[in-house]
């Protein structure tokens, strides 16, 4: 069975500063990947996907994720970040496939900003 | 466009009745539905998968007779937690999806069993 790693339970970083959010994931071939992100008391956002071709991905909010497929990671990454950042992230895995998989999430990363 | 949305976004109940959460996709049809619970600091676990007209399939440890789920149309799953006890409390997030696609989440729905 897949599994997902985010090793990370808490970051804390400026206003202004980079980020890069970790994620590793255990599976036997390249399963497809997910970044979410939950606001307190709400539901859960898309960020970006990775399904196949180019491993860097571009996602919504000016994140983006590069897939390193030697090293089974999907980290997640921000150049300068906005208080509004302040949320819970979410890596997750699907079996690839041609209908709507199972997600297996990570524990989540609480991202605190600093002004 | 990919809208889910969930009803009610919060809920208190007494312990031992029954509480019915909806959850919609507003702008596509969804085959599939899923169910997660999500309790306070932690990460989504899934409850089950349902697919349009069949029944649905639970994960291990999740009590069918107790959490009934129902996906009658393509726009349409329902959650019914039956006597709910004070322990069902939590943070529960649909999410839905079409064939081969992404799946989009559902605002949660918070209950409380008192």
């Known amino acids: 069975a897949q599994s997902v790693t985010q090793p990370d339970i808490h970051i804390t970083v400026s206003e202004g500063a980079s980020l890069e959010l970790r994620c590793n994931y255990s599976y036997g071939a390249t399963p497809y990947l997910f970044w979410y992100v939950q606001s307190p008391g709400q539901g859960l956002q898309l960020l970006l996907k990775y399904f196949s071709g180019d491993t860097l991905v571009q996602g919504i909010k000016g994140f983006e994720a590069e897939f390193k497929r030697s090293q089974s990671s999907f980290n997640l990454r921000k150049p300068s970040v906005h208080w509004s950042d302040a949320a819970e992230y979410f890596c997750?895995?699907?079996?690839?496939?041609?209908?709507?998989?199972?997600?297996?999430f990570g524990t989540g990363t609480r991202l605190q900003v600093t002004l | 466009g990919a809208v889910v949305s969930q009803h009610p976004s919060r809920v208190i109940c007494k312990s031992g009745t029954s509480v019915k959460i909806e959850c919609r996709s507003l702008d596509f049809q969804a085959t599939t539905m899923f169910w997660y619970r999500q309790f306070p600091k932690q990460s989504l676990m899934l409850m089950a998968t349902?697919?349009?007209?069949?029944?649905?399939?639970?994960e291990q440890g999740v009590e069918k007779d107790k959490f009934l789920i129902n996906h009658a149309s393509l726009t349409l799953s329902t959650l019914t937690v039956t006597s709910a006890h004070p322990e069902d409390s939590s943070f529960y997030i649909c999410s839905a999806a079409s064939p081969g696609e992404t799946q989009y989440f559902g605002p949660g729905t918070r209950l409380l069993v008192l």
């Open positions: 349902s697919n349009e007209g069949s029944k649905a399939t639970y």
């Open positions: 997750a895995v699907g079996l690839p496939g041609g209908t709507a998989s199972k997600l297996t």
